[in-house]
């Protein structure tokens, strides 16, 4: 795509869902507009999931693995279609980088590759179906035997984020369907278009139906999917927050369920380590998916006598950053994926001036930009760790400095 492109959607059929193999007509006209994060277009347009939706793509899963041949087969045939699902990620190497860019922000010169990952991991677990233990033989008392079967839990209910939908939609479905589970996805109604590709290969490649259902809704919704009683598993990527209520809702049924949440990690630079580097190391990473990225290195932590450079360092580092459209190489960072995923990094910015932290560099809106998602690198100076930017996670390049009595008390903090 140039960079003065109208954005374009890759998505063949999306006002429709995939459901037991087939694309069906949804229950409402309700729909729900993509916006692309660097003009603040709209490049798509999909259909929104109701209740009735949700009753469909259960009850597919359901009869597909209840009476269905996907579990029946043996992990080396179910292996074979994994492996044409990768050889079909890579002839849609354009799309998926095209949209994730689109959807998320992420510089067009990363999304380059997300094809190629995606046939690797698919590859990975259909390599696993050759020596991953799926029986095992055990001693038993008085001369008797026991065998340990790893067999499939059944429906999987995959709830995908929008920050890199692609790969954590992979990691979840590909060891689901080596084991034999039928899955429902559950796309994020700001990055549907991963899940759509897939839906596609799926048709393109005869996966029996049911096995994979595929739609697009909103957090009511999504609910109606985590309750049912006919998913037997539940795997989400997302906020802290969603996570909870998903672990509630599954502890009441007693159902299994797989978080992967939120993170403030911490990285702890000690006094033999050059500044410099550190800093350039910063400067590298933070602007990765502009900061939405769960495992996100966003607190610093380093001694008293050398906080001071170690900011300076940093906001030298961070003010060389090139901030503007992804699709353009001299671009080192992109935008936000969403708006209001802005004026939540916004708040915190906000938040952590009015605590007493010390803004060292970016924290506003780029000013050569006057449309996308866009904010500045950010650093912010003498920061408690018991403050709310130190303690929430933002998910933006927003990085936090935090000074330590010791390597003792860094470790602590």
Same mark, same amino acid.
């Not at 095209?98 to 959807?103: A, H, P």
């Not at 170690?310 to 003010?319: P, Q, T």
């Given at each position: 795509m140039s960079l003065t492109a109208a954005p374009k959607s890759h998505i063949s059929k999306p006002l429709t869902f995939f459901i037991d193999g087939e694309w069906q007509t949804p229950s409402s006209s309700a729909t729900i507009d993509v916006i692309d994060s660097n003009s603040e277009a709209c490049f798509a347009t999909v259909a929104e999931a109701q209740a009735a939706d949700i009753e469909r793509a259960v009850s597919a899963a359901r009869q597909a693995f209840d009476q269905g041949p996907w579990p029946r087969m043996c992990p080396e045939e179910r292996a074979d279609y994994l492996n044409k699902i990768a050889d079909a990620w890579l002839t849609r190497g354009e799309a998926v980088a095209d949209t994730w860019t689109m959807e998320s922000g992420v510089l067009r010169s990363m999304s380059a590759h997300s094809a190629k990952g995606l046939a690797e991991v698919f590859r990975f677990y259909a390599?696993?179906?050759?020596?991953?233990?799926?029986?095992?033989?055990?001693?038993?008392?008085?001369?008797?035997?026991?065998?340990?079967?790893?067999?499939?839990?059944?429906?999987?209910?995959?709830?995908?984020?929008?920050?890199?939908?692609?790969? /954590?939609? +992979?990691?979840?479905?590909?060891?689901? !369907? @080596?084991?034999?589970?039928?899955?429902?996805? *559950?796309? &994020?109604?700001?990055?549907?278009?991963?899940?759509?590709?897939?839906?596609?290969?799926?048709?393109?490649?005869?996966?029996?139906?049911?096995?994979?259902?595929? /739609?697009? +809704?909103?957090?009511?919704?999504?609910? !109606? @999917?985590?309750?049912?009683?006919?998913?037997? *598993?539940? &795997?989400?990527?997302?906020?802290?927050?969603?996570?909870?209520?998903?672990?509630?809702?599954?502890?009441?049924?007693?159902?299994?369920?797989?978080?992967?949440?939120?993170?403030?990690?911490?990285?702890?630079?000690?006094?033999?380590?050059?500044?410099?580097?550190?800093?350039?190391?910063?400067?590298?990473?933070?602007?990765?998916?502009?900061?939405?990225?769960?495992?996100?290195?966003?607190?610093v932590i380093v001694s008293e006598q050398r906080h001071d450079d170690l900011v300076d360092a940093l906001a030298d580092s961070f003010g060389k950053i090139v901030v503007g459209n992804p699709f353009d190489p001299a671009s080192q960072m992109g935008p936000l994926a969403i708006s209001r995923q802005r004026d939540r990094v916004e708040s915190f910015i906000q938040q952590g001036q009015q605590e007493g932290a010390r803004l060292a560099v970016g924290g506003g809106r780029p000013k050569h930009l006057d449309r996308g998602f866009y904010i500045e690198p950010t650093v912010f100076a003498n920061v408690n760790n018991n403050s709310t930017i130190a303690r929430e996670e933002i998910f933006g390049p927003v990085i936090s400095v935090i000074s330590a009595k010791s390597e003792e008390h860094a470790i602590e903090l």
């Amino acid at each position: 795509m140039s960079l003065t492109a109208a954005p374009k959607s890759h998505i063949s059929k999306p006002l429709t869902f995939f459901i037991d193999g087939e694309w069906q007509t949804p229950s409402s006209s309700a729909t729900i507009d993509v916006i692309d994060s660097n003009s603040e277009a709209c490049f798509a347009t999909v259909a929104e999931a109701q209740a009735a939706d949700i009753e469909r793509a259960v009850s597919a899963a359901r009869q597909a693995f209840d009476q269905g041949p996907w579990p029946r087969m043996c992990p080396e045939e179910r292996a074979d279609y994994l492996n044409k699902i990768a050889d079909a990620w890579l002839t849609r190497g354009e799309a998926v980088a095209d949209t994730w860019t689109m959807e998320s922000g992420v510089l067009r010169s990363m999304s380059a590759h997300s094809a190629k990952g995606l046939a690797e991991v698919f590859r990975f677990y259909a390599d696993l179906a050759k020596n991953f233990p799926w029986q095992e033989d055990h001693p038993a008392p008085e001369g008797q035997s026991a065998m340990l079967v790893r067999e499939a839990v059944g429906v999987v209910a995959a709830i995908i984020p929008w920050n890199a939908p692609h790969s /954590l939609m +992979a990691y979840k479905v590909a060891p689901a !369907l @080596l084991a034999g589970c039928t899955v429902i996805i *559950k796309a &994020s109604p700001e990055a549907p278009g991963a899940p759509y590709l897939f839906a596609e290969i799926c048709e393109e490649i005869g996966l029996p139906k049911g096995v994979i259902n595929v /739609l697009t +809704a909103d957090r009511e919704v999504s609910e !109606l @999917l985590v309750r049912s009683p006919g998913v037997d *598993k539940v &795997s989400f990527t997302g906020s802290t927050v969603a996570g909870r209520k998903i672990a509630s809702i599954c502890g009441e049924r007693v159902a299994r369920f797989t978080l992967e949440l939120g993170g403030k990690s911490p990285a702890v630079i000690l006094d033999d380590y050059d500044l410099g580097k550190a800093a350039d190391m910063f400067a590298r990473i933070t602007p990765m998916m502009t900061g939405q990225v769960c495992a996100s290195l966003t607190r610093v932590i380093v001694s008293e006598q050398r906080h001071d450079d170690l900011v300076d360092a940093l906001a030298d580092s961070f003010g060389k950053i090139v901030v503007g459209n992804p699709f353009d190489p001299a671009s080192q960072m992109g935008p936000l994926a969403i708006s209001r995923q802005r004026d939540r990094v916004e708040s915190f910015i906000q938040q952590g001036q009015q605590e007493g932290a010390r803004l060292a560099v970016g924290g506003g809106r780029p000013k050569h930009l006057d449309r996308g998602f866009y904010i500045e690198p950010t650093v912010f100076a003498n920061v408690n760790n018991n403050s709310t930017i130190a303690r929430e996670e933002i998910f933006g390049p927003v990085i936090s400095v935090i000074s330590a009595k010791s390597e003792e008390h860094a470790i602590e903090l």
